[in-house]
């Protein structure tokens, strides 16, 4: 099981970034996904979920109604739209995947036993 996380950058405050992940070694289908990300001296936080394919999405309240999670089964990627993005956006950002999340723990990192490399994303002012 691998994951690829890729298209982070610099932007200004109020642009757009869509940061994908791509799996290899199962089905991105079945599987519970997620993202993360990790301001400098902060902990690890959830940003986004989704349960499963056709399942609801879960996001943070600071990135609701900016964020958009979604996946494509036929790329085996999942990826995170972000819009109208913020300075306190800044961190790297981390995306996970697992068959085994219930429902009621998409949002904790501790569920994801596979784990993308970080890709930054920096939001100027």
């Known amino acids: 099981v691998q994951l690829q996380a890729c298209g982070g950058g610099l932007v200004q405050a109020g642009e757009s970034l869509r940061l994908s992940c791509a799996a290899s070694g199962f089905s991105s289908d079945d599987w519970a996904i997620g993202w993360f990300r990790q301001a400098p001296g902060q902990e690890r936080k959830f940003v986004a979920a989704l349960f499963r394919s056709g399942g609801t999405a879960v996001y943070a309240e600071s990135v609701k109604g900016r964020f958009t999670i979604s996946r494509d089964s036929a790329k085996n990627t999942m990826y995170l739209q972000m819009n109208n993005l913020r300075p306190e956006d800044t961190a790297v950002y981390y995306c996970?995947?697992?068959?085994?999340?219930?429902?009621?723990?998409?949002?904790?990192?501790?569920?994801?036993?596979?784990w993308g490399q970080g890709t930054q994303v920096t939001v100027s002012s």
């Open positions: 996970a995947a697992d068959p085994s999340v219930i429902r009621s723990s998409v949002a904790t990192q501790t569920a994801y036993r596979n």
